[in-house]
C-alpha cells in the first residue's frame, strides 16, 4: 500500500490576484496524517479554516471558490493540481487575501516548489477511491460531459471546442501523474479578447495581463474599442487588424488551452479528499461541471465507508490455509478464512468461499441454506485475529478473544456460491492487548454485515 505524504518543508509564493488585482501571499505548510488540503486565511480576525472539498466550492464562474460562512478563497485550482499530482495528501495553506496569487497563470512555480522543499511518506495509508464502473456526468445545456472508467492509475483526457478559429478544437492526454511537471504544470489558463469587457464590468480579471494568461484575438474590433481594453488592463496597444495570441510569451506547446484544461480539472477533483484510480474522459469541461461531477464522487464515497477489495483470485495469497493454522487454534469446522490476500499494519483483507458442503447447513436450513449471522462475525473475527497475531513473534503462544461487539449490522442473505470478501482494520492502536477493530464482510461489490469488535490478546499459560 502507498503511505500519505506531505510536504518536508513550507514554501511561500507571491504575485497580484487575478481578479481582485491585490498583491498576495500564499504560504503551503506540512500538515500531519489524514489532514487532508485546508485553507486557511491569515488575513482575518481569528485566522477562519476552510476545508478544501468540492461541498465548500460557492462560485465556478471564474474559477474555483471556496467558503466557509462568509470567508471564501478563490482561483485555487492550480495550486490544488500541483498539490494533487504530486500525491501530497496533508496540506495546510494560508494566504493573506481572498483568493490565491496567479502567478504566471499555471501550476509552474508551485510545482518548482514542491520539487525544490521535498516530499516526507506518513505512516498512514494512502486512502484510494478505485473506480470500478463506467461513471458519467453531463451538463446538456453546455453539451460538457465527463466520463469516468476504471483503471489501474490516475490518467485524464481532455477536449476542448470553441467557435474561433485559433482554437477549435483540441485534446490533450496525461496517462501519467509522474509526467505532469513536464507536460501540463506550464499550461496557463486562457482568455478570448471577446470576453473580457463582460468579465471587467463583473469586477473581475483586475489583475489579468498578457503575462499571467493566454490571450486569444480572433474576432476583430476597432482599433477604438481594442485601444479601450488594453487601457483598462494596463497593456501595450495592439494593431486591431492583426488577429492571434497576444500574450508576451509564445504558447509552450501548440494544444496549450487543452492542456490547460487538464490542469484544471486534476486541480478541482483534488476537492474530492481522496485520490483516485480510474480514468477520466471530459469533453468541454469547465469548472461548473468539474465540481457537480467531484460532489457526485464525494456523495458517493460517504455512501460506502469501505471500498469492497478487489479480488483477483489468481494472485498468490498473502497467508495461505497452512499459514492461517499456524496463526490460529481453529480447525475444522470452525476455520472460516480460507487466505489473506491484502495485509498492512492496520487493516487486513481475507477470503472465506462459501460452499453448499459446510457444516451448519445441515441445520441453518435445510430448505434454504443461509450462513448463520453469527459466523459471519467469528470469521470477520478470525480475519482481525490474523492482523494483530502476524507481527507478533512467537504468535503461536498467544491467542485472541471477544471482549465486546457493538454496531452489528446484516445487510444481505449469505448462501452457497458466495465468497465473502472481509475487510478488517484497527480502529486505534493496540494498548495492553486489548485491540478495536470495525470490519466489513462483502459479496461482489455489496457490503453483506459489518460490525465493530473489540479483541483481547492473551498468552497461553
Not at 478505485?130 to 466520463?147: C, H, L, N, W, Y
Not at 451448519?360 to 473475527?381: N, S
Request: net charge negative.
Amino acid at each position: 500500500m502507498s503511505k500519505q505524504k506531505t510536504l518536508k518543508e513550507s514554501f511561500s509564493l507571491s504575485s497580484i490576484g487575478l481578479h481582485t488585482g491585490l498583491k498576495l501571499t500564499v504560504t503551503f505548510n506540512p500538515a500531519p496524517e489524514n489532514h487532508g488540503y485546508k485553507i486557511q486565511r491569515v488575513d482575518l480576525e481569528g485566522q477562519p479554516i476552510i476545508d478544501a472539498v468540492a461541498e465548500n466550492v460557492i462560485d465556478t464562474s471564474r474559477g474555483t471558490v471556496v467558503a466557509k460562512g462568509d470567508v471564501r478563497c478563490s482561483t485555487i485550482e492550480h495550486g490544488m493540481a500541483a498539490l494533487y499530482a504530486f500525491g501530497i495528501d496533508n496540506c495546510l495553506i494560508q494566504v493573506d487575501g481572498p483568493e490565491f496569487p496567479i502567478l504566471d497563470g499555471s501550476s509552474y512555480y508551485y510545482v518548482q516548489s514542491i520539487k525544490r522543499v521535498g516530499i516526507v511518506e506518513q505512516e498512514a495509508d494512502k486512502d484510494y477511491y478505485v473506480i470500478k464502473r463506467k461513471v458519467e456526468f453531463s451538463d446538456p445545456a453546455t453539451g460538457s460531459q465527463i466520463t469516468l472508467l476504471p483503471d489501474e492509475q490516475f490518467s485524464i483526457t481532455s477536449m476542448i471546442s470553441f467557435e474561433s478559429q485559433f482554437l477549435s478544437s483540441q485534446f490533450a492526454t496525461l496517462d501519467d501523474m509522474s509526467k505532469f511537471a513536464d507536460e501540463v504544470a506550464s499550461a496557463r489558463t486562457f482568455v478570448f479578447v471577446r470576453e473580457i469587457q463582460s468579465l471587467l464590468t463583473a469586477g473581475l480579471i483586475k489583475g489579468g495581463d498578457l503575462q499571467n494568461a493566454i490571450v486569444i484575438y480572433e474576432r476583430q474590433m476597432s482599433q477604438e474599442d481594442l485601444d479601450k481594453l488594453a487601457d483598462s488592463l494596463n497593456v501595450e496597444h495592439r494593431d486591431a487588424t492583426q488577429l492571434g495570441y497576444l500574450q508576451t510569451r509564445p504558447l509552450v506547446w501548440p494544444n496549450e488551452p487543452a492542456r490547460h484544461k487538464l490542469l484544471d480539472i486534476i486541480g478541482d477533483l483534488a476537492l474530492i479528499g481522496r485520490p483516485i484510480k480510474g480514468r477520466i474522459i471530459a469533453t468541454r469541461p469547465g469548472h461548473t461541471i468539474n465540481n457537480k461531477f467531484a460532489r457526485q464522487l464525494r456523495k458517493e464515497i460517504k455512501q460506502n465507508e469501505v471500498q469492497a477489495p478487489s479480488y483477483n483470485p489468481n494472485k498468490p495469497a498473502i497467508l495461505d490455509n497452512a499459514a492461517i493454522r499456524r496463526l490460529l487454534p481453529h480447525r475444522y469446522p470452525m476455520q472460516l478464512v480460507d487466505k489473506v490476500i491484502e495485509k498492512t499494519k492496520k487493516y487486513i483483507v481475507g477470503v472465506k468461499n462459501v460452499t453448499a458442503n459446510e457444516e451448519f447447513f445441515q441445520g441453518h436450513f435445510p430448505d434454504e441454506p443461509v450462513m448463520p449471522g453469527v459466523l459471519q462475525i467469528e470469521a470477520l473475527a478470525q480475519c482481525g485475529g490474523l492482523l494483530v497475531m502476524s507481527d507478533l513473534e512467537e504468535a503461536e503462544k498467544y491467542s485472541t478473544y471477544f471482549l465486546r461487539i457493538d454496531d452489528v449490522k446484516f445487510r444481505n442473505k449469505v448462501v452457497p456460491g458466495d465468497t465473502l470478501l472481509f475487510h478488517v482494520r484497527l480502529m486505534s492502536p493496540i494498548r495492553r492487548g486489548i485491540a478495536t477493530m470495525r470490519g466489513f464482510a462483502f459479496v461482489g461489490e455489496n457490503c453483506v454485515m459489518e460490525a465493530t469488535f473489540t479483541a483481547q490478546i492473551v498468552k497461553q499459560e
